[in-house]
């Protein structure tokens, strides 16, 4: 089993992803702002800030895996987002762990070699742009400058996916790689089937630096 950290363990994506590890017997530790109201059971739950770098450092040190489920919206602005991946990325790759984050639809391509969605955000309300755009970018240019030792993936959800449609278990997905999977609207994944699909993505050790697409 594996030593898992989940930065924004209590958050939409990164709670179903604490539930999933923990389910499968692994050491999960979260860190979040804010304690769950429902903890799982044996989830080391550390309330702290992820742009404090020590944060960051203490349960980063002596992970095999890390998997960052933030969002660019509220405390966390797309500036300060990217920065504060760009320090989780020193920290795991420092510390020899696997790197694993939470994606957005919008960073993949409808088809190979077309435009990723990012670059056409006419279908998006102007309010959302900036954290799309910040999101994308961590796969588009801070993931490949990182060193060739630290093993990331970036795991893009297919486009209807969040609290807003949570949607049902259905203990199944696709995989794609940074092709959407279902490029015409999108697609759609529920919460607990995208943390299915991460956590067989981390055990099964297929994908080294790439960009992957989750959807049902």
Do not use: C
Not at 167 to 176: A, N, P, Q
Request: no cysteine.
């Amino acid at each position: 089993m594996s030593r898992i950290t989940v930065i924004g363990g209590t958050g939409y994506a990164g709670s179903a992803i604490v539930a999933e590890a923990a389910s499968r017997g692994h050491d999960v530790t979260s860190l979040s702002r804010s304690l769950p109201t429902e903890p799982v059971a044996g989830v080391n739950y550390v309330q702290g800030d992820a742009t404090d770098e020590a944060a960051l450092s203490s349960v980063v040190s002596g992970a095999d895996v890390v998997v960052g489920a933030l969002a660019p919206r509220g405390p966390l602005d797309a500036g300060t987002f990217r920065e504060v991946y760009r320090t989780t990325a020193r920290l795991a790759d420092a510390a020899g762990a696997r790197l694993f984050l939470v994606g957005g639809f919008s960073s993949l391509r409808p088809a190979p070699g077309a435009p990723r969605f990012v670059e056409d955000l006419t279908h998006a309300p102007a309010e959302f742009h900036d954290e799309i755009r910040a999101g994308a970018a961590l796969v588009i240019e801070d993931l490949p400058a990182t060193p060739a030792t630290l093993d990331w993936v970036f795991v893009s959800p297919a486009a209807n996916f969040g609290s807003y449609v949570p949607g049902e278990r259905l203990g199944k997905y696709r995989v794609g790689e940074d092709i959407a999977v279902q490029p015409e609207g999108g697609g759609a994944i529920s919460g607990p089937d995208y943390a299915l699909g991460v956590v067989d993505l981390i055990e099964e050790g297929k994908y080294h630096r790439a960009h992957v697409n989750l959807a049902h």
